[in-house]
């Protein structure tokens, strides 16, 4: 079967309609249509419902559903099996929230390359909403996120709480944001949280989008924002930076989520992996 029909018929589940599904993978909406005419002509079944509003799988499109992702997940196995250097066995496709990568993923990254050298690894970021593309369309076999969506076929499992704190290099620093406040941008859900309880600050007259290297900058530039607790512990310590008393915490639950049908000795030994490591930097496992 030609993989861009199984791509194509998860795409229109994932969006709920065939235009939408066209903009996903980067065509027109009638090539949309000729892909699935095709692929239920060779199955021999009715795998949508179409109305105005949009489109649903049928009986026929939801036991198909689970065999499309199987499809595309080999895929992108084989073709990257078959591009392994000499000494490894498989690879793994690995998808983190930009977030987690500093103070968490690199450090499980680099247990994961030690206790697993036969396997060749691909390390990717994203947010939530994109590493869940990634991960039904099978070209993300691991992600680690705070807004895992609910999907036929997809385990989620809880691996700790992150906490966002308000931390400021000045000691006495008030917990209403000031004209040296830096915001700091750690995705979608901390902009919802962030602007319910900062409602007055729209325009900040400094706004990053850098991760952890919005560490560096309001260590040298002075200031307050809101950074992971995992990432400051050291500065914590040392009195460079101080927790803001009295400011919102932010708290994200981070998940790790992955196909019900991966092979559970490739992708367990990944899974407590990630369980070794957050206990290894005291983060609060859930």
């Known amino acids: 079967m030609d993989i861009d029909l199984a791509r194509t018929f998860l795409a229109i589940v994932d969006t709920g309609s065939f235009l939408a599904a066209a903009d996903r993978v980067h065509v027109t909406q009638s090539t949309v249509s000729a ?16 109305t105005k509003s949009g489109a649903s799988l049928t009986t026929p499109g939801q036991h198909f559903l689970k065999h499309a992702q199987a499809m ?14 000499d000494g490894y066995q ?5 998808g983190g929230q930009y977030s987690l990568w500093a103070g968490f993923l690199v450090d499980w990254l680099v247990n994961v390359r030690a206790s697993n050298p036969q396997i060749a690894i691909r390390a990717q970021l994203g947010f939530s909403n994109t590493l869940m593309d990634r991960l039904i369309d099978g070209t993300l076999d691991i992600g680690v996120m705070y807004s895992p969506q609910a999907r036929a076929g997809f385990k989620v499992e809880l691996l700790f709480d992150d906490e966002l704190v308000l931390v400021a290099t000045d000691p006495g620093s008030s917990n209403e944001p000031a004209r040296n406040y830096v915001l700091i941008d750690w995705g979608p859900e901390f902009r919802s949280d962030h602007a319910l309880n900062f409602p007055d600050i729209s325009t900040p007259g400094t706004y990053l989008e850098l991760g952890a ?8 530039s002075g200031g307050s924002g809101y950074l992971p607790k995992r990432l400051i512990v050291e500065h914590l310590k040392r009195q460079s930076l101080f927790v803001v008393e ?4 932010f708290s994200y639950p981070a998940y ?8 559970e000795d490739l992708v367990q030994p990944m899974i407590e992996e990630l369980k070794t490591t957050a206990k ?7």
């Not at 699935?36 to 179409?50: A, N």
């Not at 790790?256 to 092979?263: G, N």
């Not at 290894?280 to 859930?286: G, P, R, V, W």
């Open 35 to 50: 892909r699935i005419k095709t692929l239920e002509d060779r199955l021999g079944k009715i795998l949508f419902e179409r």
């Open 72 to 85: 595309v997940r080999c895929w992108e196995h084989a073709r990257l099996e078959i591009a392994l250097p």
């Open 90 to 94: 498989t690879a793994l496709t690995i």
């Open 213 to 220: 290297l919005s560490v560096d900058y309001l260590l040298q």
């Open 246 to 249: 009295n400011a919102p915490v």
């Open 256 to 263: 790790v989520v992955y196909s019900a049908d991966m092979e």
């Open 280 to 286: 290894e930097k005291n983060l609060s496992i859930a």
